[in-house]
């Protein structure tokens, strides 16, 4: 069964403070990882999509990587609206050639100013 | 643009009521979704519509009726829902279903069960 686990579960930093989250992941056939910022109450906004080992990807004070089994999302001195629950999704070819993408359960930052 | 518009944002109703979810997009997407998420929760995937056509219905119970009238809309038509109904649900659209893209999702329709 495909397993996508991020960590940690909640993340509270500094302003200023760089940190990575990480996703780790058990898929055959991996077609594509996406990672999405989700505001409480909001739909998720999506950041990155991520295909193969060793591709980066950069936008603001993020940075998304990718290794066969996981991916890190690197921020940069984090400003407080940062803030938000980091989800990573993965995509791999499933059961009769399904693309459901499957989720993590994301990691809940808090950036205090 | 890679907006998708959800309507209405917030929706209140009864166990014997009949309301319907809306969800538009014009990004000339094929692929079209309905997920279910619960609080400290991950998206859960209800249903998927490719070229107009359910393709994925994750065994969602049939008070959940969904509906694609054209390639642009996605309906959710809601009845006889129980308390535990309750919850956001978020529309989401890419280009292909089963093409390796990522999908933009709407900000959601919080619904409550009374």
């Given at each position: 069964e495909d397993q996508v686990t991020q960590s940690p579960e909640a993340l509270r930093l500094q302003e200023g403070e760089s940190s990575s989250l990480n996703c780790s992941y058990t898929v055959s056939g991996l077609r594509g990882l996406f990672w999405y910022r989700q505001d409480p109450g909001k739909g998720p906004e999506f950041l990155f999509t991520l295909y193969s080992a060793g591709e980066e990807k950069e936008k603001e004070r993020l940075k998304a990587t990718l290794t066969k089994k996981e991916s890190f999302l690197h921020i940069t001195?984090?400003?407080?609206?940062?803030s938000a629950t980091y989800l990573c999704a993965v995509q791999a070819v499933g059961a009769g050639g399904s693309y459901i993408p499957t989720f993590g359960r994301g990691t809940s930052l808090i950036v205090h100013p | 643009d890679t907006e998708v518009t959800q309507t209405p944002k917030h929706l209140v109703m009864g166990m014997t009521n009949k309301k319907s979810l809306k969800c538009e997009q014009h990004?000339?997407?094929r692929a079209m979704y309905w997920y279910k998420q619960k609080a400290k929760k991950p998206p859960e995937l209800m249903f998927v519509y490719s070229y107009e056509k359910l393709?994925?219905?994750?065994?969602?119970?049939?008070r959940f009726s969904p509906e694609c009238p054209n390639s642009s809309l996605l309906n959710l038509h809601l009845h006889?829902?129980?308390?535990?109904?309750?919850a956001l649900y978020l529309c989401a659209s890419s280009?292909?279903?089963?093409?390796?893209t990522e999908a933009f999702f709407g900000q959601g329709t919080r619904l409550t069960v009374v």
């Open positions: 001195a984090p400003k407080p609206e940062d | 990004m000339g997407h393709s994925i219905n994750e065994s969602v119970p049939s006889a829902l129980q308390p535990e109904d309750s280009q292909e279903f089963r093409g390796n």
